[in-house]
């Protein structure tokens, strides 16, 4: 189930003993934001840049963030107290604007709540990124103002019924995409193509969330071939020798079929398993770890 240990409001304590008002307005409204990093063998990968994006969107919807809080530390400190500084995991941090009235618009409130869980990586993952996996097509329409914003506010209701769905179907992941064939996002992933040694991906222009490992795997990419960050279509999927998505608790999993159809020959290529291997060792660089005891 994840953690046992949360750090909830200054203190780590019993998840089964924090206790959210009733009158949260990230339970009334969804008003607050969260993000997740991966921990590999307990430690924080990534951190500094889902701090920086939580504490620019925070600013943005009006919650006080302070992003040079000791959130490594905390990160550190939970892992420890969930016995998980042997293996590898996920930090979720939620925060809210805390207790206020139910109304829509509100003065500034002052204690806005700070949650951080532990969760274990999604089941399977290994043999995901080993084999690939399919994706399900979501319509969602002509755009969600919301995601053109770039927040990754608390309303994920569209992701759970689209992930759902996609489940459903046996798919690891949903994508959404536009009536019009333009390809956006994962639920919680970004994407990428692979067409005669050429990687392309989404511009964040498109109204994505600006993906940490998005970011991060465009780097690796140039260093190794040609990169494009330009408006993919359906067409485009279908068309590609390579398709993966990348996220930081999934780092990178091929895509091996988009509904029914093979993506390429239907196996994971080259390029993506290259990348794959370049993330770990940046991983593994940075954190001063030897590549063997990463987990899945
Ligand atoms: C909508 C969406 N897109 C992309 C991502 C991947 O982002 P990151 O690489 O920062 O984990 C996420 C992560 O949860 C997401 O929710």
Redesign the pocket.
């Known amino acids: 189930m994840g953690s046992s240990i949360c750090y909830f409001n200054g203190k780590f304590g019993d998840v089964a003993k924090a206790r959210i008002s009733p009158l949260d307005r990230g339970f009334l409204f969804g008003e607050g934001l969260f993000?997740?990093?991966r921990t590999y063998s307990g430690r924080p990968y990534?951190i500094s840049?889902?701090l920086a994006?939580m504490a620019r969107t925070a600013k943005q919807i009006g919650i006080a963030f302070d992003p040079d809080e000791p959130w490594e530390q905390r990160s550190t400190e939970l892992a420890r107290r969930n016995h998980m500084l042997k293996s590898d995991g996920a930090v979720r941090m939620t925060i809210t604007r805390g207790r206020g009235p139910i109304s829509l618009v509100v003065e500034a409130t002052e204690d806005p709540t700070r949650l951080m869980l532990f969760r274990p990586l999604e089941p399977g993952l290994g043999i995901a990124k080993r084999d690939g996996v399919a994706i399900h097509l979501v319509s969602v329409g002509s755009g969600v103002s919301e995601?053109q914003r770039q927040i990754?506010s608390l309303n994920?209701l569209p992701?759970i019924l689209a992930r759902t769905q996609a489940r459903e179907r046996g798919c690891f992941e949903a994508l959404y995409h536009l009536d019009n064939g333009k390809v956006l996002?994962?639920?919680?992933?970004?994407i990428f193509v692979v067409r005669r040694g050429v990687v392309r991906t989404t511009p964040i222009s498109m109204g994505?969330?600006?993906?940490?490992?998005?970011h991060k795997v465009i780097k690796l990419t140039r260093s190794i071939t040609k990169l494009r960050e330009e408006v993919l279509t359906l067409d485009d999927l279908l068309a590609a020798d390579e398709v993966f998505l990348?996220?930081?608790?999934i780092e990178i999993v091929p895509v091996v079929r988009v509904g029914r159809r093979k993506v390429g020959k239907g196996s994971v290529g080259e390029i993506t398993r290259q990348l794959q291997l370049d993330y770990r060792k940046a991983v593994a660089r940075q954190l001063d770890i030897p590549i063997e005891s990463l987990g899945e």
Not at 185 to 190: K, L
Not at 246 to 249: A, G, V
Request: proline share 4%.
């Open positions: 993000e997740t990093w990534g840049e889902h994006r995601r990754k994920y992701a996002e994962g639920t919680t992933s970004n994505l969330l600006p993906g940490v490992t998005r990348t996220s930081s608790s």
